[in-house]
């Protein structure tokens, strides 16, 4: 069974930073497409960064455009989420999730392996 397992979630306090990890197991991330989503209480999960095989194109939500880089390293089967300038508004449970292929979306209905997230809270 294909696994992904996020870690990196903290607590942190308005401007500062975290990075996340997203390591997978039992299969290798070098052919999937790859991204990162996020579900705050009450609200429908939404893409935030996704990028693709190769990592040589990137989809970045407008909410977190330079503020949010994402990137992998295929050889350590790992994709990372730095997070800088947090807002208490990024506060939510992050999910990484894995689609074969190399299209680029960020949509999450075209992802079918997903980890358990991990929690980012925003707060002063």
């Known amino acids: 069974q294909l696994q992904l397992v996020e870690s990196g979630g903290g607590l942190v306090q308005p401007g500062e930073s975290l990075r996340l990890s997203c390591v997978a197991s039992?299969?290798?991330?070098?052919?999937?497409?790859v991204g990162w989503f996020r579900q705050a209480p009450g609200k429908e999960r939404e893409g935030v960064a996704c990028i693709v095989s190769s990592g040589g194109s990137t989809n970045i939500a407008d909410s977190v455009k330079g503020r949010f880089t994402i990137s992998r390293d295929n050889a350590k089967n790992t994709v990372s989420l730095q997070m800088n300038s947090l807002r208490p508004e990024d506060t939510a449970v992050y999910y990484c999730?894995?689609?074969?292929?190399?299209?680029?979306?960020?949509?999450?209905?075209?992802?079918?392996?997903w980890g358990q997230g991990t929690q980012v809270t925003v707060s002063s």
């Open positions: 039992r299969f290798t991330l070098d052919y999937y497409t």
């Open positions: 999730a894995a689609r074969f292929g190399v299209r680029n979306t960020c949509n999450r209905v075209d992802y079918n392996t």
